[in-house]
């Protein structure tokens, strides 16, 4: 089984920064991705990362704002957001893929967080 606890989420306003940590536990080795939802909206794909690391997946929408990282040994994963707007506003998800190999595909994740609101005022 595996479980995932979001944390990070906040008020801020536009321009300013958010740091999100997904703590994981269960199986390895595995990908982690971040999606995200607003009211209203799908569910959208917005950053993932591979099990080492080496490989990264960003959305358009937030190349050049967020990066994302992983440390294994303290199980968790970083969403660092930047430059944050009032349309990333949103409820974040750290979702698991039972691979290795990260995807964009919110299909293609079997495990899910909670989530974690994101508020950007502008």
């Known amino acids: 089984q595996v479980t995932l606890v979001e944390s990070g989420g906040g008020l801020v306003q536009a321009g300013g920064s958010l740091r999100l940590s997904c703590i994981y536990s269960g199986r390895t080795p595995h990908s982690i991705g971040w999606f995200r939802q607003a009211p209203g909206k799908d569910r959208e794909f917005v950053i993932a990362?591979?099990?080492?690391?080496?490989?990264?997946y960003f959305a358009d929408s937030i190349k050049g704002r967020f990066t994302i990282s992983r440390d294994n040994v303290k199980n968790t994963v970083y969403l660092q957001m930047n430059s944050l707007k009032p349309e990333d506003t949103a409820v974040y998800y750290c979702?698991?893929?039972?691979?290795?190999?990260?995807?964009?595909?919110?299909?293609?994740?079997?495990?899910w967080g909670q989530g974690t609101q994101v508020t950007v005022s502008s």
């Open positions: 979702n698991v893929r039972s691979l290795s190999i990260a995807h964009t595909k919110v299909t293609s994740y079997d495990f």
């Open positions: 990362i591979s099990w080492n690391g080496g490989s990264k």
